[in-house]
């Protein structure tokens, strides 16, 4: 089961990541995959936010993984742009901090995919639309944490649903 949503601006998209939040249990991981540019920085910004981040959330291209303890669960941030090689990511130690409670967006998320554990939402994000602001969001479950709560995801992102 695919669900598409769309957005007209970045605000709008930080609006559908919050709404998105209040789906999140301690443990998921959202992998966001999609062009530079996309909007998966402003996507994890309204879902940080929703979940109680304070303080700027800005790309941990470099750094690799943010944590944000403030947000209830935890978030973690990672950008795996940058990385050569898989390895880093597991030594990134995100399925020892899931277990801990905390839920993981991974931006460049399907580079990643391989090495997490095989249940997350992937959310890819499309240029398109008749604006240059507008994005086209598809989001698919992979495995049955995931795909038991794609009704729940329906609900909350319906009003960007087409």
């Known amino acids: 089961m695919t669900l598409t949503a769309t957005t007209k601006s970045a605000d709008d998209t930080r609006e559908l990541a919050a709404a998105l939040a209040a789906v999140v249990q301690p443990g998921d991981t959202v992998l966001l995959a999609g062009d530079l540019g996309a909007g998966k920085t402003a996507f994890t910004q309204g879902f940080g936010q929703a979940l109680g981040a304070a ?3 800005t790309s941990p291209t470099f750094t690799l993984l943010r944590h944000y303890t403030d947000a209830s669960p935890t978030l973690l ?3 795996v742009y940058r990385v050569e090689h898989l390895q880093e990511i597991i030594d990134l130690g995100l ?4 277990d801990e409670g905390a839920v993981a967006v991974v931006e ?3 580079v990643a995919a391989p090495v997490l554990a095989p249940d997350f939402l992937e959310i890819r994000i499309e240029f398109g639309g008749e604006s240059d602001d507008e994005r086209r969001f ?3 479950p992979v495995g049955p944490r995931w795909g038991a709560r794609m009704g729940a995801v329906g609900r909350a992102v319906e009003r ?3």
């Open 108 to 110: 460049w998320g399907d």
């Open 55 to 57: 303080g700027p959330i």
């Open 160 to 162: 960007w649903t087409t």
């Open 95 to 98: 399925s020892e901090l899931l």
């Open 138 to 140: 598809l989001f698919r």
């Open 77 to 79: 941030h990672a950008d």
